[in-house]
């Protein structure tokens, strides 16, 4: 069977999935966000005494409310806004009903009310969720200071096993030239340390606090001075250490560390005499690592 093909202009199609994107980046959609539960309860009463004013001012012979018991038309501004009330509400008691364009009238100040339904609906799981992800960051959050002060740590008792094993004479050349591998992970370590620090506050995301940031810094200058004195104990016994792989590694954990500690300048983290002590604690200890290596 023939069918007859119409061109499509590919340049004047707008797939289905950009108009809903541009929809959901609107400031439109940024306003609803918004919107407060005190907002949207404003907007329902003004909307009730609004319709309830154009019921009363609006009435004509030809649109008006009737009262469905005595068959009169209503004439007081008290029961036109209760009227409005029961229609915004969708009760519909059946006493007052409207004739004309009135009804017209009602079923929008329904649709009205229904849509505004819907906000409180959506604002109401909206705040669920905000708290269920925010509980859920903090606990994150939380696990990754954890883990990062246990990676820290980790460090330090590897270099703590090296060190002993200098002390008692049983150390191996092999463990010595594989000293690189416990340096090497500090590097990762110090960048994440790195990333997580000065990170833009929002509702979802945690800055770094003071404590926090304290015994993560404090920890950082702890692993460098356990570094420094395997160093140290090294070059005193004369093991040869200065592998180009080792000191490669060192190097880089040193740069890292620096730029850690320039972020704790900018970002002011912590301040006052313990942060300045920090800092020339970790320069301190910079400087003598650098200074073994030559």
Do not use: C
């Amino acid at each position: 069977m023939w069918r007859k093909y119409i061109p499509i202009n590919r340049k004047n199609f707008i797939p289905i999935n950009e108009v809903f994107y541009s929809l959901e980046k609107s400031k439109f959609n940024t306003w609803i966000d918004k919107l407060t539960f005190l907002h949207i309860l404003l907007m329902w009463v003004s909307s009730v005494f609004i319709f309830g004013l154009a019921y009363f001012f609006f009435s004509s012979t030809h649109s008006f409310l009737l009262y469905s018991h005595e068959q009169i038309p209503v004439n007081k501004l008290t029961d036109m806004i209760y009227f409005s009330f029961v229609t915004a509400t969708s009760t519909g008691f059946g006493d007052i009903i409207p004739r004309g364009w009135f009804k017209i009238m009602a079923v929008s100040e329904v649709v009205f009310g229904l849509v505004l339904l819907a906000f409180v609906t959506s604002k109401l799981v909206s705040l669920k969720q905000d708290v269920i992800l925010e509980e859920i960051y903090d606990i994150s959050f939380k696990e990754r200071i954890n883990r990062l002060r246990s990676a820290l740590l980790l460090f330090r008792q590897h270099l703590s096993g090296v060190i002993e094993k200098v002390e008692n004479s049983t150390i191996s050349k092999r463990e010595v030239a594989d000293t690189y591998i416990f340096i090497s992970p500090l590097e990762d370590t110090l960048h994440e340390i790195i990333n997580l620090i000065g990170k833009e506050e929002n509702h979802f995301t945690k800055g770094m606090d003071a404590v926090n940031a304290e015994l993560i810094f404090n920890s950082v200058i702890q692993s460098f001075e356990k570094l420094r004195e395997m160093l140290n104990l090294l070059n005193l016994n004369k093991i040869e250490w200065k592998r180009e792989v080792t000191t490669h590694s060192i190097h880089k954990v040193l740069e890292s560390d620096r730029l850690l500690f320039d972020k704790l300048r900018q970002q002011k983290i912590l301040q006052g005499k313990s942060a300045m002590e920090m800092i020339n604690r970790n320069k301190k200890v910079g400087d003598d690592i650098e200074q073994m290596m030559k």
